[in-house]
Nanobody, 117 residues
Framework: QEQVVESGGGLVEAGGSLRLSCVASPRSLSIADMAWSRQAPGKEREFVTRINWISGSTNYADDVKGRFTISKDNAKNTVFLDMKSLKPEDTAIYYC??????????WGQGTQVTVSS
């Protein structure tokens, strides 16, 4: 069964840092890219960042550029999201996704990130 599982969410003070992790399975899954999206309370889900699995190229939403960094470990089918200088407006459920070479994008269940002011 193809799936992605996030971990690492939690409560952090404004200005703090947090690292999220996400593992895609099965290990044999051929991945085109992995990405993070988020949904804040009462708002639409929005794109945060994406990384190309082969080239490693990345792109970011404007409001996280310079504060968030996406990276990957191909051998472990794992993607990381390092978040620093967190703001209360970063509070959201963060979703990891994996786009297989063939097939639809796979979504995780999400992990809660709460930034206190």
């Amino acid at each position: 069964q193809e799936q992605v599982v996030e971990s690492g969410g939690g409560l952090v003070e404004a200005g703090g840092s947090l690292r999220l992790s996400c593992v895609a399975s099965p290990r044999s899954l051929s991945i085109a890219d992995m990405a993070w999206s988020r949904q804040a309370p009462g708002k639409e889900r929005e794109f945060v960042t994406r990384i190309n699995w082969i080239s490693g190229s990345t792109n970011y939403a404007d409001d996280v550029k310079g504060r968030f960094t996406i990276s990957k470990d191909n051998a472990k089918n794992t993607v990381f999201l390092d978040m620093k200088s967190l703001k209360p407006e970063d509070t959201a459920i963060y979703y990891c996704t994996a786009k297989p070479l063939f097939g639809r994008r796979i979504w995780g269940q999400g992990t809660q990130v709460t930034v206190s002011s």
